[in-house]
Structures are given as C-alpha cells and as structure tokens.
T-cell receptor, first 113, second 111 residues
Framework: EDQVTQSPEALRLQEGESSSLNCSYTVSGLRGLFWYRQDPGKGPEFLFTLYSAGEEKEKERLKATLTKKESFLHITAPKPEDSATYLCAVQGRGRGSNYKLTFGKGTLLTVNP | KAGVTQTPRYLIKTRGQQVTLSCSPISGHRSVSWYQQTPGQGLQFLFEYFSETQRNKGNFPGRFSGRQFSNSRSEMNVSTLELGDSALYLC??????????FGPGTRLTVT
C-alpha cells in the first residue's frame, strides 16, 4: 500500500526566512510525485509533478526536489501570501495504485510579515 | 479554459438521507476522480472514472457510489448518510497526463 508522510505538520516562518518541507513516501513503482497548495475553504492547487530521482522543478519562490525515498519543497524568501497548506501525493504503478493519488496529511505553513 | 466546477458548494443533510454531488471536468478532460477530505484523515481517494467506466475504487463502504456520463460529467452519491460522512468532497479531472486539477469542493454537513 502506498504511503506518504509529511513533516513538519505545521511551520511558522518570518517573511524572508527560507525553509524546507519534507515528504517521505513508499510506493510500488513511482509513476509521479505531486505537490499541491491548498488555501482554506478551497480545492488543492497543482504546483509540480516530479517523475524520477534527481529531478527538480521551480516556480517563483518554490523549488521541489525528488530522491528515491523523499521529496523536499524548498521555499526561498517566503512572503505572507505563501501561507497555505502544502500537500504531497504519489501515484504508483502497482495494482490498485493506478489512476489515484495517495496524499500526505499536509504541512500548514504560516509566514508572518 | 474554465476549471473544474462542483455543485452544490454547500449542503446540509440529516442522518439517514441520501445526497448526490455533481462535477463538471475541465473541457477535454475525460478522467474524473473523487476524494473525501476530513481534518482527521486528510484527502482519501473514493473512485476514478474514465469514459464512463470505473477504473479504481478506494476503501469506502458501498454507500458511496458514482457514475460518469458520456460528456465526462460525473456524479457521486452517498446513501444512508452518517455523521462521519461530514467532509469536503473534492472532484479532480485530468487529461492524458498525470496532473489532477481539483475543483473547489462540496462541503457536506450531516446533522
């Protein structure tokens, strides 16, 4: 069974204070690892897809990296508008894993001005 | 392109009733997935449909069912509602790629 664990559960930063969020996973053949951002009362917003170890993707102040066991979401010089819950999900290749995402519980990021 | 739309946005039902939620995918997307989100369990996969066929189903009781129409629109139904069914129900659509794009969700409250 695919599993995703995110840490920390909550993170409070000062504006401009860079940090990283962790996503550890076990999956029977990784088809893709996904990062989403979710604001209160809204659906998750797609950020990145990573497919293989060593891959990196960037978008504004966010950079996602992937190894064979975990992914990191690096936030550089965050701003208050980056405050949200960040969700990590995996899609596996094994039977039962097709066509579904397995999510972690998320990291609640708060950036204070 | 318009995003994924879900109706209704909010719903209050009484225990024992049934409910139907609707999802319209992004134009051209043929795969629709449903997820339940609760504070305790997070996001959990319910089922996925492609071309009117269910291709995968999560570990939920048979009270939860769904279907997809020929225009890719999807509905999910929950019968005999329980208090624990109170949650945000999210629909996501995808095209040939792996990225799933989510709608705003339907907030269901069971009293």
């Amino acid at each position: 069974e695919d599993q995703v664990t995110q840490s920390p559960e909550a993170l409070r930063l000062q504006e401009g204070e860079s940090s990283s969020l962790n996503c550890s996973y076990t999956v029977s053949g990784l088809r893709g690892l996904f990062w989403y951002r979710q604001d209160p009362g809204k659906g998750p917003e797609f950020l990145f897809t990573l497919y293989s170890a060593g891959e990196e993707k960037e978008k504004e102040r966010l950079k996602a990296t992937l190894t064979k066991k975990e992914s990191f979401l690096h936030i550089t010089a965050p701003k208050p508008e980056d405050s949200a819950t960040y969700l990590c999900a995996v899609q596996g290749r094994g039977r039962g894993s097709n066509y579904k995402l397995t999510f972690g519980k998320g990291t609640l990021l708060t950036v204070n001005p | 392109k318009a995003g994924v739309t879900q109706t209704p946005r909010y719903l209050i039902k009484t225990r024992g009733q049934q409910v139907t939620l609707s999802c319209s995918p992004i134009s051209g997307h043929r795969s629709v997935s449903w997820y339940q989100q609760t504070p305790g369990q997070g996001l959990q996969f319910l089922f996925e449909y492609f071309s009117e066929t269910q291709r995968n189903k999560g570990n939920f009781p048979g009270r939860f069912s769904g279907r997809q129409f020929s225009n890719s629109r999807s509905e999910m139904n929950v019968s005999t509602l329980e208090l624990g069914d109170s949650a945000l129900y999210l629909c996501a659509s995808t095209d040939r790629g792996n990225e799933q794009y989510f709608g705003p969700g339907t907030r269901l409250t069971v009293t």
